[in-house]
């Protein structure tokens, strides 16, 4: 059998990322065979996660110009990235000769708030979805969305489910397949609580006011980050 065809791997890393959108998917993919994986920041300095461990950037943006598979994680530090010039524009760089570009959970609001999103359907974390619509995306409510290259995952742990249906797209079906066997993924949760339609009334409005403690005013800072873009745009 021949050798996989060589791939290389980005994921951006910022701080405050939620770590299971990225190493979710990057334990899957790093299984692709014949792949090189990044964690691509600013700097190579150690990068703190929403889970109270850091986690260590492998380039900078200046050391990755281009990559096969682009992928943006999710977490409360998307809004930030979302405002950050110098991220968006290597999220466009490395976007413009990718083969694939995709994203977990609210990775893709930095995609959409790149420009990488308009008159695409994309996937989102359930809490943040209809934010897509601020940027020209079509929200989807799917656990795994495919648009041309575009690859958008749900909350969090859906960042498996997309890898693992990305790997079937690249290697195909059966590697795909052996690579769940080898991970065991064969989820079978203990509650029946991982969406909001069938969460209990109280642990839902627990979620909300989480996201308002740590993420306040989230929805109205990113209608006015999507206003401030296109004014910007249309001004260039």
Same mark, same amino acid.
């Given at each position: ?17 939620? /770590?299971? %959108?990225?190493? +979710?998917?990057?334990? !899957? ?17 150690? !990068?703190?996660? %929403?889970? /109270? ?10 050391? !990755? ?35 694939? $570009?995709?994203? #977990?959970?609210?990775?893709?609001? $930095? ?19 209809? /934010?897509?619509?601020?940027? +020209? ?6 656990? $795994? ?7 958008? +995952? ?24 052996? #690579? ?38 989230? $929805? ?14 249309? %001004?260039?």
């Amino acid at each position: 059998m021949p050798e996989a065809a060589p791939l290389h791997i980005a994921f951006l890393l910022f701080p405050d990322v939620t /770590q299971l %959108d990225l190493t +979710g998917p990057a334990q !899957v993919l790093s299984r692709l065979g014949n792949a090189k994986l990044d964690l691509v920041a600013k700097t190579r300095d150690p !990068v703190p996660t %929403d889970a /109270q461990f850091p986690l260590l950037p492998t380039a900078t943006f200046a050391e !990755v110009p281009r990559t096969d598979i682009l992928c943006i994680p999710g977490g409360f530090g998307t809004v930030a990235v979302m405002e950050d010039a110098e991220t968006l524009a290597w999220v466009r760089r490395a976007a413009a000769s990718a083969t694939w $570009v995709t994203s #977990v959970c609210t990775g893709s609001l $930095v995609l959409a708030a790149a420009g990488l999103l308009t008159g695409y359907r994309a996937a989102c974390h359930w809490a943040s979805r209809e /934010q897509l619509a601020f940027f +020209g995306a079509e929200p989807v409510a799917g656990r $795994v969305v495919f648009d041309r290259n575009r690859v958008t +995952g749900g909350g969090v742990t859906a960042g498996i489910d997309f890898a693992l249906a990305l790997t079937a797209k690249i290697r195909g079906e059966d590697h795909a397949k052996f #690579v769940q066997l080898s991970l065991e993924y064969d989820p079978a949760p203990p509650f029946d609580s991982g969406a909001p339609e069938r969460a209990d009334a109280a642990t839902l409005a627990r979620y909300r006011a989480m996201v308002e403690k740590f993420a306040p005013g989230r $929805v109205d800072k990113v209608r006015a980050i999507a206003a401030r873009l296109a004014e910007t745009a249309s %001004d260039g």
